[in-house]
């Protein structure tokens, strides 16, 4: 017994002390989407605070590819001390997992949450010169559309492209999704009238709309957004049932030492309560909601399970 104690109280003695060095090198967030992107941009506007607050260079590094999953299996394969993260979409890390047959990560089991960092506010925008003022009208229009909509979209995956799949289940819309290499590229699409609808961020619909170039059906969000406060939710529209993860989290390989995962979270905690990095991701249409790791775990089991049942439901798997 005074043996088992006694490695017991070792190994708690060295994570403290493994924790307490920490960091001894930079930090490097791994991301899964393009530079310049939203999740691109804010993750480096974190890694900006953080660096200054451990007195480690932190680093953002884009691997893209497989819709975030060439990502996730590299900082799943990492040492687990911390250095290596990985900055993950809550909905397209589950949908990857779920629909591809030879995804090379585990979506839950091969992480140990950090924490998520911020929401992500969508909204569902048509041409200026669509004749429908309001969601239920643009379903109505589009019901009686012998072809249906079209929808931009950045890709299977992708919020849109799920937003679009549930929106056509609960209203019998028929919806086509366009695949689009970026947001720009839709945009330039949807002003001109060359598609339907699409799901910008807010930071990428406000200049559209305050241009009356588009306008905004509805928010994709779990609440109503505040510089858009006479537009309903897609909720609240009943659009959709319930609405897919929109936060975006830290993920460490599954192994890292909980006084390191406690650290980290802790130094992101910090930096979420910087004014001047809330006033720019505010700015961008987000939100930052740094949680524990242990509510991130439970909205990672729960987005699996429904992302899982999604793909099935809808004959998703690749």
Same mark, same amino acid.
């Given at each position: 017994m005074r043996f088992v104690l006694a490695v017991v109280a070792a190994v708690f003695s060295s994570a403290a002390a493994l924790a307490q060095d920490f960091p001894q090198r930079p930090i490097t967030l791994v991301v899964g989407f393009g530079a310049g992107g939203g999740t691109d941009v804010n993750a480096r506007l974190f890694a900006e605070v953080m660096s200054r607050n451990l007195k480690v260079p932190v680093v953002v590094e884009n691997k893209t590819g497989a819709g975030g999953g060439i990502a996730a299996a590299s900082v799943? $394969? /990492?040492? &687990?001390? !911390? #250095?290596?993260?990985?900055?993950?979409?809550?909905?397209? #890390? /589950?949908?990857?997992?779920?629909?591809?047959? %030879?995804? =090379?990560?585990? &979506?839950?089991?091969?992480?140990?949450? *950090?924490?998520?960092?911020? +929401?992500?506010?969508?909204?569902?925008?048509? &041409?200026?010169? #669509?004749?429908?003022?309001?969601?239920?009208?643009? *379903? /109505?229009? !589009? $019901? @009686?559309a012998p072809k249906g909509v079209l929808l931009g979209s950045p890709g299977p995956g992708s919020p849109p492209h799920i937003f679009g799949i549930l929106m056509g289940d609960a209203t019998g819309l028929k919806i086509e999704s366009v695949q689009y290499r970026g947001s720009s590229d839709f945009m330039s699409d949807l002003a001109s009238s060359r598609i339907d609808f699409a799901f910008p961020t807010w930071g990428l619909a406000q200049s559209f709309i305050n241009d009356k170039k588009t306008k905004a059906l509805a928010v994709a969000a779990d609440k109503r957004w505040a510089e858009l406060p006479n537009v309903p939710t897609l909720t609240e529209a009943k659009i959709v049932k319930e609405m897919p993860a929109m936060w975006f989290a830290i993920l460490a390989p599954a192994g890292?030492? +909980?006084?390191?995962?406690? @650290?980290? %979270?802790? /130094?992101? $905690?910090?930096?979420? =309560? +910087?004014?001047?990095l809330i006033r720019k991701i505010n700015a961008s249409g987000m939100e930052v909601r740094v949680s524990s790791p242990q509510e991130l775990r439970k909205l990672m089991v729960a987005e699996q399970e429904r992302m899982d049942d999604i793909v099935k439901r809808f004959d998703l798997k690749r």
């Open positions: 799943q $394969r /990492a040492t &687990p001390d !911390g #250095h290596t993260l990985l900055v993950m979409s809550g909905l397209q #890390h /589950a949908y990857v997992a779920a629909s591809q047959t %030879n995804a =090379q990560y585990a &979506p839950v089991s091969g992480f140990a949450p *950090v924490g998520t960092f911020f +929401d992500m506010i969508s909204v569902l925008s048509v &041409p200026h010169s #669509h004749p429908a003022n309001t969601i239920d009208e643009f *379903v /109505a229009l !589009g $019901r @009686k890292t030492p +909980d006084a390191i995962i406690a @650290k980290l %979270n802790d /130094a992101f $905690r910090q930096a979420g =309560q +910087d004014p001047d």
